[in-house]
C-alpha cells in the first residue's frame, strides 16, 4: 500500500510555471504507473498526464508540450512541471497510483487504486 500527499499547488498568473509535487509513502515508486489528474467543480475528473511502470509518458492534448510528469525515485515523489499555465488549468490537482503491469491499461482513464487530497491551483488571466 502506499500514501500519496500532493503539495505545490496555488496562484499564478497565465504563462506563469508550477511544480507540483507528490511525495509517496508506505512503498517505493518503482513499481508503479502514476499519473495527475485535475478537477473543477461541476465537472469530471480529467487525467492530465500519466507515466507508467516502464517510464512511458501520456499527455492529454491541452496540456502536451506545457506539462511534464517526472519521478524521483531517491525522494520517491512525483512531480509535475507547469509551464505557461492558462486559465483552463484551473483545478484541484490529484496524483494517483496503481502497482504493477496492468492489462488494458488507459493511462488517463484508469481507475487507479492509490489517491492523494489534492492540491489546489488557480491561474489568473
Known amino acids: 500500500q502506499v500514501q500519496l500527499k500532493e503539495s505545490g499547488g496555488g496562484s499564478v498568473q497565465a504563462g506563469g510555471t508550477l511544480r507540483l509535487s507528490c511525495a509517496a509513502s508506505?512503498?517505493?515508486?518503482?513499481?508503479?504507473?502514476l499519473a495527475w489528474f485535475r478537477q473543477t467543480p461541476g465537472n469530471q475528473r480529467e487525467g492530465v498526464a500519466a507515466?507508467?511502470?516502464?517510464?512511458?509518458?501520456t499527455y492529454a492534448d491541452p496540456v502536451k508540450d506545457r506539462f511534464t510528469i517526472s519521478t524521483d525515485n531517491a525522494k520517491n515523489t512525483l512531480y509535475l512541471q507547469m509551464n505557461n499555465v492558462k486559465p483552463e488549468d484551473t483545478g484541484m490537482y490529484y496524483c494517483?497510483?496503481?502497482?504493477?503491469?496492468?492489462?488494458?491499461?488507459?493511462?488517463?482513464?484508469?481507475?487507479?487504486?492509490?489517491w492523494g487530497q489534492g492540491t489546489q491551483v488557480t491561474v489568473s488571466s
Open positions: 494517483a497510483a496503481e502497482e504493477g503491469v496492468l492489462s488494458d491499461y488507459v493511462p488517463l482513464e484508469y481507475d487507479y487504486t492509490y
Open positions: 507515466l507508467d511502470s516502464s517510464g512511458r509518458t
Open positions: 508506505g512503498r517505493s515508486f518503482r513499481r508503479y504507473n
